[in-house]
């Protein structure tokens, strides 16, 4: 039987006892037997974890590497065991959340208070930006990210798609009147946004052909919900995801125009996080906990029934 925690426990003690004799004393084994425990550590591992003399042990530089990897593994063990034990509500600590404005403010906080209730003891460290956040440096464990991710050593989770659409509100479209080709567009005041990644073309089918039609306007922001507040304000024609306006449009506070024409306008969303196997319990629950609701926010036919 693969005993290696019991093992990694034994070396522990005799690193912190300073002797074989003492670490054998303290958990009630003889010394012959923790002797042998640590020569089977280091036969399996092929390398010397300590060097023995008459007086003393120190500790070898791969020593000391088990001595500091044991210590977290058995650490993660005895947290899991006792979240387990205790029930989710003991899970605590910081997750930190980047996450663009739109998603973050329609789809993701309405989804707080019941994770709470989940999960009293985690702190949700929540940034709303548009901009890609570095998650190394800006020490974010999980950001929301809608377009193609780069390829990169982090992990993801798919949540869905985001599909946009062409709206205006009708105060904007009785003074301009409505577009009804991609031509039309040169007409009219197209809101836009100012992102490095961004580019001033919305996706449109022109004559059974997917193209790319260039727009300007009297706005370029770092945010979709600006785009939008300006777009309700009669301002101008908006390029937004479907999760963003899907109230407005029901209200008819925005209306979608060139339906039609738009071509299949679509951008991947994802949650990006660190960590992997070695992922925090409080990131992990957090992940499981919002992941599945996200999807059904960008998908609300493939919800489950209540």
């Known amino acids: 039987m693969d005993n290696r925690a019991g093992e990694m426990q034994v070396f522990l003690r005799v690193v912190e006892a300073g002797s074989f004799s003492e670490a054998a004393r303290l958990m009630r084994m003889t010394p012959s037997t923790v002797s042998k425990l640590v020569a089977r550590i280091e036969a399996r591992l092929g390398v ?23 210590q977290t593994v058995l650490n993660d063990l005895d947290e899991v065991e006792r979240e387990l034990s205790l029930g989710a509500a003991t899970t605590g600590g910081t997750v930190r959340v980047n996450v663009s404005v739109a998603f973050g403010v329609l789809a993701l906080e309405p989804l707080l208070p019941e994770f709470w209730q989940s999960y009293p003891n985690i702190v949700v460290d929540l940034s709303l930006s548009d901009e890609i956040v570095d998650l190394y440096l800006d020490r974010t464990d999980v950001a929301f990210r809608i377009g193609p991710l780069p390829d990169s050593g982090m992990m993801a989770r798919r949540i869905g798609l985001a599909h946009r659409r062409i709206v205006a509100a009708p105060a904007y479209l009785q003074r ?131």
């Open 48 to 70: 010397r974890l300590i060097e023995r003399s008459t007086r003393r042990l120190s500790l070898t530089a791969e020593g000391r590497l088990y001595y500091e990897r044991s």
């Open 176 to 306: 301009h009147g409505t577009p009804h080709s991609a031509d039309d567009l040169a007409r009219h005041n197209c809101l836009g946004f100012n992102f490095r990644r961004s580019a001033p073309v919305w996706p449109l089918r022109e004559s059974g052909r997917m193209s790319g039609r260039t727009v300007r306007g009297s706005l370029l922001a770092n945010n979709g919900d600006t785009v939008r507040r300006l777009a309700l304000a009669g301002m101008g024609l908006a390029r937004l995801a479907d999760f963003h306006v899907r109230d407005d449009l029901a209200a008819g506070r925005l209306v979608e125009v060139l339906a039609g024409i738009v071509a299949a306008d679509e951008e991947p969303v994802s949650a990006v996080y660190l960590g992997g196997a070695r992922m925090p319990q409080r990131v992990r629950v957090f992940l499981d906990f919002m992941v599945p609701r996200l999807q059904a926010v960008l998908d609300p036919a493939a919800a489950p029934a209540q």
